[in-house]
């Protein structure tokens, strides 16, 4: 069966990996202006507000804008659940976004709802490679790891700058 190009687009846009290329060169950039102090502190906000904040508005939205072409992606059929998910993912990104507002105790509470999700996530698409078979790469490729390395490297960036 042949792709349309709305599932093309879903799977294959450049928007998948933006807001990690985003990351990558804020991170950078930003330790060099501030001549590398708070690293630490900093790569944690910038974490809080790209790969929580954009990505999940941008995922979110893809769930509640183009919900037939994301299912196919993740080799999962539409399903009216997908309207929540989109609105969880908006939820989340908003947090991370306003992350940069607030302090630790914000930034704790949005890593440990973006992780509950996240990681509960990736329990389901375990459970639909084992059971199912389904190694769509929706469901076991890019987003798989970044649904589990990502709530690990905001742990990991929140406990080691207290």
Known sequence: ?????????????????????AFAIHVPVRLV??????????????ALLWLVGI???LLGAAHLIMPAPVARAIGWQTSPFQWEVGLA????GLLGVLS??????????????YSVFMLGA???????????????PGNAGYMFWYDVVVPAGLTVLYAVSA
Do not use: C
């Open 1 to 21: 069966m042949a792709e349309s190009s709305t599932e093309t687009r879903a799977t294959k846009s450049w928007l998948n990996y933006a807001p990690v290329i």
């Open 33 to 46: 202006l501030d001549g590398g102090q708070n690293a630490t502190e900093t790569t944690l906000r910038l």
């Open 55 to 57: 990505n999940g508005i």
């Open 89 to 92: 993912g908006v939820s989340y």
């Open 100 to 113: 940069g507002l607030f302090e630790r105790a914000f930034w704790l509470a949005t890593i440990i709802a």
């Open 122 to 136: 990736a329990v389901g698409h375990i459970r639909s490679m084992i059971r199912d078979r389904n190694f769509a």
